[in-house]
């Protein structure tokens, strides 16, 4: 068959494969624990299932406007205003099949065949490969051994005359890691004076720690929203654990909208109403949810690196938001795909390897999941790998006895 070239380099979501693996080795009754999860264990808030179905209910499910449904536009400028002390237009919002859509609209709208986008590791898996996807360059910087934010002298020295766009994720993922503000700063600076777009990925923006809040490249830009290369994609999958709802927005000049919804028209012509519904429910309902739900993921932190504690030789940076860490497991294997499939195997704890977010010899683990989930996949990581732990483990009724990599 000849299927283009394009197509033929671009890869699949390591993350959704995991989960496919995951539920297919539960559908056979095998134990597993499944730290590889990239979604909050939450139900969707009740504002959000009430205004959802007041929607259905009516039958009237039809096509609605391309950039979004108005109500829900408004939503989203309540939300920019409050969290970004940014008052934008409706002109300025356009809502997508989730953020993940978003970013592809936007990257299609923005990157000309071979013009280069600066991709910050760890990165979110999807980033190089949706830039390939819009026929442009992913140039990844790498910050040094141990940190997980490059500095500002790195990322300068990757900008070249392609240079269209810089994807900036904090709090990160992969690595929970909320960029500081000075950072955040200094990019925005950098891209105004050089005419490079700042995409800022806010999906994991209010899922932080101990009190932190991550900063709004907003605040250090005095350009009016139609003259900054600030642009912001942000979503309700993981603020409300809304993930199969898919709604995401983006933040931008009126034109790049524009362009935006040309392509949107031609591919999806709108967000299911269905779901848009959902999505304002949420952002007008009550907004303790959020809270509660950051709290749980917290206190699933807190019990993370409590358990990680005690493992010998693995190095963890403690996570300040999201709901994953990468710890550095080298000291056993710098291959992380080797070390994946080997913890699936022998311990049945699903992992992603750091190799699909451009960092070897890691793993990300995800604390999303029920608590429990969390104690006990640690223990089954340490009993596979760290000689200093128990030798033998039960799962289940299952007695094993630890083999090595
Ligand atoms: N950006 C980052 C950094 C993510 O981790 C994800 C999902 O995992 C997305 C965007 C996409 O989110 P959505 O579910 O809204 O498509």
């Given at each position: 068959m000849s299927i283009s070239q394009l197509a033929r380099t671009i890869s699949d979501s390591a993350t959704l494969k995991l989960n496919e693996e995951a539920q297919r080795l539960r559908d056979k009754g095998e134990p597993v624990i499944h730290l590889g999860i990239g979604e909050p264990k939450n139900k969707a808030p009740i504002t959000a299932i009430l205004s959802s179905a007041a929607r259905l209910q009516t039958g009237e499910v039809k096509y609605v406007p391309t950039d979004g449904l108005p109500s829900l536009k408004r939503a989203i400028i309540r939300y920019t205003e409050e969290n970004y002390g940014r008052l934008v237009a409706p002109a300025n919002v356009i809502v997508s099949a989730g953020a993940k859509q978003s970013l592809f609209n936007l990257l299609f709208a923005l990157v000309d065949p071979q013009d280069e986008v600066i991709v910050l590791a760890p990165y979110w898996v999807s980033y190089p490969e949706m830039i390939k996807l819009v026929r442009g360059v992913p140039v990844i910087v790498t910050p040094e051994d141990g940190s997980f934010q490059p500095t500002l002298a790195e990322v300068e020295g990757a900008?070249?005359?392609?240079?269209k766009a810089i994807i900036v994720n904090s709090p990160n993922n992969p690595s929970g890691v909320v960029y500081t503000a000075e950072f955040v700063g200094g990019l925005v600076e950098m891209c105004e004076e050089r005419g490079i777009y700042l995409i800022m990925d806010d999906i994991y923006q209010k899922l932080v720690f101990d009190g932190k809040f991550p900063v709004s490249a907003y605040a250090y830009t005095r350009r009016d929203i139609e003259d900054t290369h600030v642009i912001v994609v942000n979503g309700v999958s993981k603020l409300y654990g809304m993930t199969g709802f898919r709604i995401g927005w983006v933040i931008a000049n009126r034109e790049l909208v524009e362009v935006m919804t040309t392509i949107q028209s031609q591919t999806t012509s709108c967000p299911p109403a269905i779901s848009q519904a959902a999505a304002e429910g949420a952002l007008t309902g009550v907004q303790s949810v959020v809270e509660n739900l950051r709290l749980n993921i917290q206190n699933n932190r807190d019990v993370l690196m409590h358990e990680m504690r005690s493992f010998t030789d693995v190095r963890l940076t403690k996570p300040d938001g999201t709901f994953y860490c990468l710890p550095d497991f080298r000291a056993y294997t710098r291959n992380s795909v080797e070390l994946a499939s080997f913890v699936l195997k022998k311990a049945l704890v699903v992992t992603v390897p750091g190799k699909e977010f451009g960092m070897e010899g890691h793993l990300r683990l995800s604390y999303a999941g029920a608590v429990k989930d969390v104690t006990e996949g640690i223990k089954r990581l340490k009993w596979a790998l760290d000689p200093c732990s128990p030798s033998e483990i039960y799962i289940g009724d299952r007695r094993l006895v630890r083999d090595w990599l």
């Open positions: 900008i070249s005359s392609s240079t």
